[in-house]
């Protein structure tokens, strides 16, 4: 039996076949849900539509976060094409501007922090508010952060952003525990994907990172999904508001 057999799953923040998006929806897929999938726009439409294809996906429409409509007519999608209901929202999208992210924190622009802000943390609000009214049965919103809450070499203002969403994720949980909707967060090691590109001396960080993690092992994105899966199924139904680190033990070294 699957675990997640006629559950429906949102994937919001797939790039390509390499992000951890992917390896999220591969391992959904596998579990037995039914996924729907977004994409940025056309120019990121091809990069994801392999994705979509390998998962079998019923729904696939651009969602640009700074385009509410766009972000309504994929959950009214959902509740016309999926049964009225998603089960599963998993949120993985952050943002920004070049400029403030290959700079120090103290010299981020307030605009460039303002924009980062509202497309990273403040997008998983508007979705989970959107979610909120079709979960009628009780679901689960996932989010993948990053060691938001310490400094890391190269992240820049990405850690703070990353610290606000960490931070929301509880008073989430707390909000909507009562309706049955858990909401948690994974914080996986560096895995080499579009998303890091952007992070300046990103191979010697990743490479550190490794050598200095307890298993010695590489995270993948199928780890990642396998961890989404499990924190998705019934079996975890009192288990929200927690951060799951999935790094090879690297979060207990000081």
């Not at 009192?238 to 680190?245: A, F, I, M, R």
């Amino acid at each position: 039996m699957k675990p997640l057999a006629n559950k429906i799953t949102l994937i919001v923040g797939v790039a390509n076949s390499h992000s951890i998006a992917a390896g999220c929806a591969q391992a959904f897929s596998d579990a037995g849900s039914v996924i729907a999938m977004t994409y940025m726009d056309e120019t990121a439409k091809p990069h994801v539509q392999p994705v979509a294809d390998a998962v079998g996906a019923g729904v696939l429409m651009p969602m640009d976060v700074d385009a509410n409509r766009q972000m309504d007519a994929v959950f009214k999608s959902i509740k016309k094409n999926c049964w009225g209901k998603p089960d599963v929202l998993v949120h993985y999208i952050a943002f920004c501007p070049t400029k403030n992210l290959q700079g120090r924190v103290v010299d981020c622009s307030q605009t460039g922090f303002s924009r980062t802000m509202d497309i990273s943390v403040h997008s998983l609000m508007r979705m989970a508010k959107l979610a909120e009214p079709l979960m009628t049965r009780g679901g689960t919103t996932l989010i993948i952060t990053y060691n938001g809450s310490n400094v890391v070499d190269n992240y820049n203002i990405i850690g703070p952003v990353k610290a606000a969403l960490e931070g929301t994720m509880p008073a989430l949980a707390f909000e909507l525990g009562p309706k049955g909707i858990r909401v948690n967060a994974i914080s996986p090691a560096l895995i080499e994907s579009r998303a890091a590109s952007g992070f300046a001396h990103f191979s010697d960080l990743i490479d550190s990172k490794r050598a200095r993690a307890p298993t010695k092992t590489v995270v993948t994105i199928k780890d990642v999904g396998n961890v989404a899966v499990m924190l998705s199924s019934d079996g975890m139904h009192s288990v929200t508001g927690d951060v799951t680190d999935v790094d090879g033990g690297l979060h207990v070294l000081a």
